[in-house]
């Protein structure tokens, strides 16, 4: 196992550079970040040249992409166009967005394998029928849609909840977005589960198990469910980091101000800085989580091992 997990860390090393080169040279070659700062108007020369010398764009980008990843070591992500420090930027942004992302995962882990369970073992019945024509609900209406016919009904109609979540974001005020940040998600979640179940449920070994006289329930938690979650955990394994980045239409409507808000403000304002720093940052959580994943698989399958 520790062989494996070395192994895997220098296989991300190459991946990790790999993609923040691929993001540094979108974001500087296909846009021009001075534009950003003059809004309306163009710069006049002289102005734009003392930006581009001030910023460091005024060298080669390989030059600056250098530069860029030896600051990243150290951890300085750079300046945003405003004057502040990108790292500011991210204490406040990511602590928010994780709660978010742990409701999130709650609901997807909670929710969707328990519903993926129940109509796995009840194929073909109305409860199955139900799940499926709700799932498939979900996920054809955009989140948006449903971001804001919640927000409508439990916040401004019924006064349940806060239409939007305070500066501090406390995890009672995180429930209803993080369902709606997960919605799509559960969905796939459930219908995972349930053609994992439904499938394993005729294997040889569940048989078996059956055939020994084992109680119902130690068949379905002990062989049935183990094996059927590896799909499902590598789905939400790489899921982790699409809702931390994919949050920014959940995170307007709620005027939550944490990752996805900001980088909807730096793509907006073109400060190539936040961007790329607050991707980078998501990189390393798509590569860590991929790495937890691979591990979990040993935990579920005891058939799996690593060399």
């Not at 992409?65 to 502040?84: K, P, S």
């Not at 499926?132 to 916040?155: D, K, N, R």
Request: hydrophobic fraction near 50%.
């Amino acid at each position: 196992m520790g062989r494996y997990v070395i192994r895997r860390l220098l296989q991300m090393i190459p991946v990790f550079f790999g993609a923040t080169l691929l993001i540094f040279l979108m974001v500087n070659v296909m846009g021009d970040p001075i534009a950003g700062l003059c809004g309306d108007k163009a710069c006049d020369p002289a102005t734009a040249a003392q930006l581009k010398k001030e910023f460091g764009l005024d060298k080669p980008v390989w030059q600056q992409y250098l530069t860029y990843m030896g600051n990243v070591f150290t951890g300085d992500f750079g300046t945003a166009f405003n004057g502040q420090k990108v790292t500011e930027l991210m204490g406040t942004a990511f602590p928010v967005t994780i709660r978010l992302t742990i409701v999130a995962i709650v609901f997807e882990v909670v929710i969707g394998i328990t519903l993926g369970v129940i109509t796995g073992l009840r194929r073909g019945r109305p409860v199955d029928t139900v799940v499926l024509m709700l799932t498939l609900i979900v996920i054809a209406i955009p989140v948006f849609v449903t971001g804001l016919l919640l927000q409508l009904l439990l916040g401004v109609e019924w006064g349940v909840i806060r239409p939007t979540v305070s500066p501090e974001a406390p995890f009672n005020e995180l429930l209803i977005p993080g369902l709606v940040l997960a919605s799509v998600s559960l969905a796939y979640v459930t219908r995972l589960t349930r053609t994992s179940i439904a499938e394993n449920s005729r294997a040889d070994y569940v048989r078996t198990a059956v055939a020994k006289g084992l109680p119902r329930r130690r068949v379905i938690t002990k062989h049935l469910l183990r094996n059927s979650l590896i799909p499902v955990v590598t789905f939400i394994g790489t899921d982790v980091g699409a809702l931390m980045g994919g949050a920014i239409v959940t995170e307007r409507i709620f005027n939550i101000h944490g990752v996805g808000y900001q980088l909807y403000q730096g793509i907006l304002r073109q400060s190539t800085q936040t961007v790329v720093g607050f991707v980078t940052v998501l990189v390393l959580v798509f590569l860590l989580a991929n790495l937890i994943v691979d591990l979990l698989y040993a935990v579920l399958d005891p058939r799996i091992r690593y060399a």
